[in-house]
């Protein structure tokens, strides 16, 4: 085991940078064209007076957080900015030397409560304290000279089970100790839901897909408008020479239980549908985060089902286990740590007889720092195939300076590529690489071009919850 550092927050720094769409990329009831990706600049302070720092990145994605039907798209972007401003002023209010660990759980508590006075949800909540802990994490990696897999292995973020009192904490060190790298993690396509399906830039197509092995199919949350597009998806994907396994992913657009039966009983009666059918791993997230708490699935649970937006808090996963779901997702955005709680759960659970797992889903990470810290924290948490979906959404580093693009490529050659010009995200054989992550930080060997990014324009506070209208 590494021992965890203690560490002082000393400086946090936001910036973003506009992002512009290859594609209409259409999920839920949202169509996205462009977006913001936000940097995170975090310098610490270890006991006996070394600094670091440190560096993450995230899209700022509207109507993912909070799908509520009044806010528009800018608005939801807005509640993330201000859930990164709330966050930042914690962090740096924190007294004394503590672990990167004890840091985010000294702080979420009160950040989730400082966001409820806003009326911001838990999941965006949790969303400023999600990358403030990716920077200083890889602060701390790069002060101490360790890889983030052999880092976390040796635990020296000092996770302990402190917010998950359903685990032990020797539970969790176990399950870090035992991790090892995964060298190869397959891609997962994401099927938009406008998206070409058949002929030249379809499911089927190489060029298109990537030679990926793994498909995630959106839905819309009409189970006959679904079932029929599934179908013309199933008859692409049977055309493809190997083997391919897909999922479902709602993005809680189906209203209820009923609703949710009626595409689960064309799957499993259609012949139509077979071949989506027997190739299906599990159904995400189908119905929205408060009915999926009130909602025991029942029958369903013949199914995988997985949750993913309302996985907004420490307990949700044991919560949703009880309901009859078997897994859920990890997202670098929705809190590295709580990733990593969650994977040694689904350990613990499994060993005692029932399987549950956890899986891996992209919110459009962009080629950089995004990407690599996911794909990293997939890889050590054991997660086989992930959903990528940033590089086909989005060309590369397109609206990053050509020298950090080449910079990143140089570092990294395993992982990205040069065609035509630009530098890509290199897929091989429908997987990604990992093998150049390991070097000294969080998955990267260099950070972005500090000078080309502009501040983050934070909001003013929104009213608060007795306040708004």
């Not at 990716?134 to 990696?141: C, Q």
């Not at 190869?184 to 998206?195: C, F, I, N």
């Not at 530098?423 to 091989?428: N, P």
Request: charged share 25%; hydrophobic share 45%; net charge negative.
């Amino acid at each position: 085991m590494i021992a965890a550092p203690c560490i002082a927050v000393r400086d946090i720094a936001l910036f973003e940078r506009p992002i512009r769409f290859a594609r209409p990329f259409r999920f839920g009831a949202v169509t996205i064209t462009d977006a913001v990706q936000v940097f995170v600049r975090a310098e610490i302070e270890l006991e006996g007076g070394k600094s670091s720092i440190g560096a993450s990145a995230e899209m700022l994605a509207p109507k993912w957080f909070d799908k509520r039907a009044h806010l528009s798209a800018e608005e939801t972007a807005a509640e993330l900015r201000r859930s990164l401003a709330i966050a930042r002023d914690l962090y740096l209010t924190q007294q004394g030397f503590e672990t990167a660990f004890g840091l985010h759980s000294a702080c979420i508590g009160a950040q989730v409560a400082a966001c409820a006075d806003e009326d911001i949800p838990p999941l965006a909540a949790g969303f400023g304290p999600a990358e403030i802990d990716k920077a200083i994490l890889d602060a701390v990696l790069r002060a101490t000279g360790a890889d983030f897999f052999a880092g976390m292995s040796g635990n020296i973020a000092g996770l302990d089970a402190r917010l998950t009192p359903d685990l032990a904490t020797d539970d969790v060190a176990a399950f870090l100790l035992g991790r090892q790298r995964l060298e190869r993690v397959a891609v997962r396509h994401t099927v938009g839901l406008d998206d070409v399906i058949e002929g030249n830039g379809g499911v089927a197509d190489p060029h298109e897909n990537s030679g990926a092995r793994y498909f995630k199919l959106k839905l819309g949350g009409d189970p006959e408008t679904d079932a029929a597009r599934l179908i013309r998806i199933g008859r692409e994907l049977a055309t493809l020479p190997y083997a391919v396994k897909v999922t479902l992913d709602a993005n809680e657009q189906y209203a209820d239980p009923a609703a949710l039966g009626a595409l689960v009983d064309r799957l499993d009666r259609d012949d139509e549908l077979a071949p989506i059918a027997q190739r299906l791993l599990y159904i995400e997230q189908p119905m929205p985060r408060d009915i999926t708490r009130r909602s025991p699935l029942g029958a369903l649970s013949r199914r995988d089902f997985i949750i993913d937006e309302a996985d907004d808090s420490y307990d949700a996963f044991p919560q949703a286990r009880a309901l009859g779901y078997r897994g859920i997702s990890s997202k670098s955005c929705k809190g590295i740590y709580k990733a990593m709680l969650n994977a040694a759960r689904a350990a613990t659970w499994s060993a005692a007889g029932e399987r549950f797992f956890i899986s891996g889903e992209d919110l459009t990470c962009q080629a950089g720092l995004a990407v690599q810290q996911d794909l990293a924290l997939g890889a050590f948490i054991g997660v086989t195939h992930a959903e990528r979906n940033g590089h086909h959404y989005v060309d590369g580093f397109d609206g990053a300076p050509a020298g950090e693009a080449r910079a990143f490529l140089a570092a990294h050659p395993d992982l990205y590529i040069d065609r035509d010009g630009a530098v890509r995200l290199a897929v091989h054989e429908g997987d990604l690489l990992t093998g150049s992550l390991v070097t000294a930080g969080f998955a990267s060997g260099v950070h972005p071009d500090w000078t080309a990014l502009k501040p983050l324009d934070v909001p003013t506070e929104k009213l608060r919850r007795e306040q708004a209208v």
